[in-house]
């Protein structure tokens, strides 16, 4: 398929620069090409010298403006027709060639007096506009209406499409357009605006269900703010419910710069109704952290204790809860989901409860208790119906997806990494039968994830880089980013070391951007490995050093295990001295894990440590601390770290 976009010099097309993608540059029509558009336009009739040299002079090349230019001349009546060739009817007026593309455009509206005024109106439709929307507005027969758009069609102002009674017109340029917009005076169009809305609502109703904010648009254009705000409104949240967020985003924002002049307690009630609506697409697009998303429910929690709105109270509570939460400030976050939970069981609303015991579980998830998020994530599950597949239209996020996605995770870190790739993939399962774009991106990145704390890179590639394009398409800037730092991690691990370190850093400094702290120790702890296998034993403890930093800072004790492993590794790797320090390292590692109830980290460590004292020659000491974590498991026999394990076991025996 051959595609062709045509955009103004201002405009930046992000497409630019991929390969398959060619640019052409459009200049000017030279002088012999604007003759020759002039010739086709008087059906090659030859025009008086000084005339043509007029139009090529004041048109400079532009082909809209010497096509009406030249139609403006024809029309003006000081032509008279020689047969093969045009002549002046007399001496040529000194203003009769208009100096400006707007001033030839109005002059040929001027010619067409009768029916400007249905130009009028059809303009302040729109650049399109439908021919029974018109025909209500307009206070015009329907033979007459008809007569009146023949000419502009005749005149090439407007195009005709379709056949009755679904016919639609559109101007020839958004030029034209303005042109006819702009003669009106402004109170006749601000009643043109309202007649146009108003018809809409009594007539058109498949118009309001569809596109509200075209609604929105005229009784905002009309100074009727008031009506506009509620079909704002509804425009945001159906845009939203198509993930078309952008689009919603604007909508919302749109209703919030029309409450200004609102009466108090009417405007706070619009006001938190647009705020909450705009959290979900916000959190979305900037990602859970970003500032704007804060702004909003920070507004909304405000605005909802002020009203005494309980409901609202708690949309807002949780909404911050999520920027809080993204953040890596767990401290903030554990203070919030008690009374999250407290308001969700007061309200007794089971979508209320659904959100409370998910927050309650990723929360405790981050502090390293694995068994007791996965218990919350269960509740949540449950009180959000047997099929656990419930959506929330405010937060733009299937919460059964969520749920599983989280509960992959616990599972796990709990030893059972065939439930947890389980988990993982009902979540993606129920993300694509919903056909939720944010969703399948939630659970894309979370299988991601998971693959890589199985340290199975290829499919980790596979799975991020799916998740990776939904999140460029849809502008999903934080799971873009984790996506990415997965991606680049999966390239190292498959050997392309330099490639990887490179990738990582891009993804990490695009993480950052977002105003995302969780798990940030975890990432830094990965980035710290691959540099152990780049060789760069100091880079990789100093990053370690900040990881732990980090944490012990957010109590963000979920990696611990991993960070210490990961010490252990890059000790053993400076010199045979170290030794020592690396067993304390691994079994510092063991004890956090065992802690935790994180046995498959404390099965990793226990492998780390068992393999080091063997090569000590203490292959019946290595055996005795691998034996026991290796024989809880129950399944998961064919994962790496289990084969590992399997493997070294049979080696010491």
Same mark, same amino acid.
């Given at each position: 398929?051959?595609?062709?976009?045509?955009?103004?010099?201002?405009?930046?097309?992000?497409?630019?620069?991929?390969? #398959?993608?060619?640019?052409?540059?459009?200049?000017?029509?030279?002088?012999?090409?604007?003759?020759?558009?002039?010739?086709?336009?008087?059906?090659?009739?030859?025009?008086?010298?000084?005339?043509?040299?007029?139009?090529?002079?004041?048109?400079?090349?532009?082909?809209?403006?010497?096509?009406?230019?030249?139609?403006?001349?024809?029309?003006?009546?000081?032509?008279?027709?020689?047969?093969?060739?045009?002549?002046?009817?007399?001496?040529?007026?000194?203003?009769?060639?208009?100096?400006?593309?707007?001033?030839?455009?109005?002059?040929?509206?001027?010619?067409?007096?009768?029916?400007?005024?249905?130009?009028?109106?059809?303009?302040?439709?729109?650049?399109?506009?439908?021919?029974?929307?018109?025909?209500?507005?307009?206070?015009?027969?329907?033979?007459?209406?008809?007569?009146?758009?023949?000419?502009?069609?005749?005149?090439?102002?407007?195009?005709?499409?379709?056949?009755?009674?679904?016919?639609?017109?559109?101007?020839?340029?958004?030029?034209?357009?303005?042109?006819?917009?702009?003669?009106?005076?402004?109170?006749?169009?601000?009643?043109?605006?309202?007649?146009?809305?108003?018809?809409?609502?009594?007539?058109?109703?498949?118009?309001?269900?569809?596109?509200?904010?075209?609604?929105?648009?005229?009784?905002?254009?009309?100074?009727?703010?008031? *009506?506009?705000?509620?079909?704002?409104?509804?425009?945001?949240?159906?845009?939203?419910?198509?993930?078309?967020?952008?689009?919603?985003?604007? #909508?919302?924002?749109?209703?919030?710069?029309?409450?200004?002049?609102?009466?108090?307690?009417?405007?706070?009630?619009?006001?938190?109704?647009?705020?909450?609506?705009?959290?979900?697409?916000?959190?979305?697009?900037?990602?859970?952290?970003?500032?704007?998303?804060?702004?909003?429910?920070?507004?909304?929690?405000?605005?909802?204790?002020?009203?005494?709105?309980?409901?609202?109270?708690?949309?807002?509570?949780?909404?911050?809860?999520?920027?809080?939460?993204?953040?890596?400030?767990?401290?903030?976050?554990?203070?919030?989901?008690?009374?999250?939970?407290?308001?969700?069981?007061?309200?007794?609303?089971?979508?209320? =409860?659904?959100?409370?015991? #998910?927050?309650?579980?990723?929360?405790?998830?981050?502090?390293?208790?694995?068994?007791?998020?996965?218990?919350?994530?269960?509740?949540?599950?449950?009180?959000?119906?047997?099929?656990?597949?419930?959506?929330?239209?405010?937060?733009?996020?299937?919460?059964?997806?969520?749920?599983?996605?989280?509960?992959?995770?616990?599972?796990?870190?709990?030893?059972?990494?065939?439930?947890?790739?389980?988990?993982?993939?009902?979540? =993606?399962?129920?993300?694509?039968?919903?056909?939720?774009?944010? !969703?399948?991106?939630?659970?894309?990145?979370?299988?991601?994830?998971?693959?890589?704390?199985?340290?199975?890179?290829?499919?980790?590639? *596979?799975?991020?880089?799916?998740?990776?394009?939904?999140?460029?398409?849809?502008?999903?800037?934080?799971?873009?980013?984790?996506?990415?730092?997965?991606?680049?991690?999966?390239?190292?691990?498959?050997?392309?070391?330099?490639?990887?370190?490179?990738?990582?850093?891009?993804?990490?400094?695009?993480?950052?951007?977002?105003?995302?702290?969780?798990?940030?120790?975890?990432?830094?702890?990965?980035?710290?490995?691959?540099?152990?296998?780049?060789?760069?034993?100091?880079?990789?403890?100093?990053?370690?050093?900040?990881?732990?930093?980090?944490?012990?800072?957010? #109590?963000?004790?979920?990696?611990?295990?991993?960070?210490?492993?990961?010490?252990?590794?890059?000790?053993?790797?400076? !010199?045979?001295?170290?030794?020592?320090?690396?067993?304390?390292?691994?079994?510092?590692?063991?004890?956090?894990?065992?802690?935790?109830?994180? *046995?498959?980290?404390?099965?990793?460590?226990?492998?780390?440590?068992?393999?080091?004292?063997? *090569?000590?020659?203490?292959?019946?000491?290595?055996?005795?601390?691998?034996?026991?974590?290796?024989?809880?498991?129950?399944?998961?026999?064919?994962?790496?770290?289990?084969?590992?394990?399997?493997?070294?076991?049979?080696?010491?025996?």
């Amino acid at each position: 398929m051959l595609l062709i976009v045509t955009f103004r010099p201002e405009f930046s097309p992000p497409w630019i620069g991929f390969p #398959h993608v060619t640019l052409l540059t459009l200049n000017r029509l030279a002088k012999a090409q604007a003759r020759s558009l002039v010739e086709r336009i008087t059906g090659g009739k030859a025009l008086p010298s000084e005339v043509l040299e007029q139009i090529l002079a004041r048109t400079e090349g532009v082909p809209l403006f010497t096509e009406e230019l030249t139609k403006t001349v024809l029309e003006s009546g000081f032509l008279g027709d020689a047969g093969d060739r045009y002549v002046l009817a007399g001496p040529l007026p000194p203003l009769a060639i208009p100096a400006t593309l707007h001033d030839s455009l109005m002059a040929r509206l001027d010619r067409l007096a009768p029916v400007k005024e249905v130009a009028q109106i059809g303009a302040c439709i729109g650049r399109e506009f439908d021919h029974e929307l018109l025909a209500a507005v307009v206070s015009l027969p329907e033979a007459e209406l008809q007569a009146a758009l023949d000419r502009l069609v005749a005149a090439e102002l407007v195009f005709r499409r379709g056949v009755a009674p679904a016919i639609t017109y559109m101007f020839k340029h958004a030029m034209v357009r303005d042109a006819a917009y702009e003669s009106l005076l402004r109170k006749r169009r601000q009643d043109l605006h309202a007649r146009i809305a108003s018809a809409i609502e009594m007539r058109f109703p498949q118009i309001i269900e569809a596109q509200p904010e075209l609604v929105a648009r005229h009784f905002g254009e009309a100074g009727l703010k008031e *009506k506009a705000i509620g079909y704002w409104l509804q425009a945001g949240r159906l845009a939203a419910a198509r993930s078309a967020n952008v689009e919603a985003i604007a #909508h919302l924002r749109a209703g919030l710069a029309s409450i200004n002049d609102f009466p108090g307690a009417s405007r706070s009630q619009w006001e938190l109704s647009l705020q909450l609506a705009l959290g979900g697409p916000l959190l979305a697009t900037k990602g859970f952290a970003s500032s704007e998303v804060e702004t909003a429910y920070r507004r909304s929690q405000y605005l909802s204790r002020e009203l005494g709105r309980d409901t609202d109270l708690f949309t807002a509570l949780r909404g911050l809860g999520y920027v809080h939460h993204v953040r890596g400030d767990l401290r903030q976050s554990m203070r919030e989901f008690p009374e999250a939970i407290d308001l969700a069981r007061r309200i007794g609303e089971p979508a209320l =409860l659904v959100q409370a015991y #998910h927050f309650a579980g990723v929360s405790t998830f981050h502090l390293g208790a694995f068994q007791t998020a996965r218990d919350w994530l269960q509740r949540s599950l449950e009180a959000g119906g047997s099929r656990g597949r419930y959506h929330s239209e405010v937060y733009g996020i299937n919460m059964g997806v969520f749920c599983h996605a989280y509960l992959g995770h616990c599972d796990w870190h709990l030893g059972y990494p065939d439930c947890a790739l389980n988990s993982a993939e009902d979540a =993606l399962s129920v993300a694509r039968q919903v056909s939720h774009p944010f !969703s399948i991106a939630l659970a894309l990145a979370y299988l991601a994830m998971l693959r890589q704390f199985r340290r199975e890179p290829e499919v980790a590639l *596979k799975a991020a880089e799916e998740a990776r394009g939904l999140c460029q398409e849809y502008r999903f800037d934080y799971y873009g980013a984790w996506s990415a730092l997965v991606r680049a991690w999966a390239i190292a691990e498959q050997g392309q070391i330099e490639e990887g370190a490179s990738a990582y850093d891009a993804a990490l400094k695009e993480f950052k951007t977002t105003g995302a702290g969780l798990r940030m120790p975890y990432y830094l702890g990965l980035l710290a490995g691959i540099h152990r296998k780049a060789g760069q034993r100091a880079a990789g403890l100093k990053l370690l050093a900040e990881a732990n930093q980090i944490a012990e800072r957010n #109590h963000e004790t979920w990696c611990s295990a991993m960070l210490e492993l990961e010490r252990g590794e890059l000790l053993l790797d400076a !010199s045979e001295e170290a030794g020592g320090e690396a067993d304390a390292a691994f079994k510092h590692a063991i004890d956090i894990a065992a802690g935790q109830g994180a *046995k498959t980290l404390e099965l990793r460590a226990s492998v780390a440590r068992a393999r080091h004292c063997a *090569k000590q020659g203490g292959g019946q000491k290595a055996s005795d601390m691998l034996s026991p974590i290796y024989g809880w498991f129950s399944q998961g026999f064919e994962t790496p770290d289990l084969l590992q394990a399997k493997t070294l076991l049979g080696a010491l025996r």
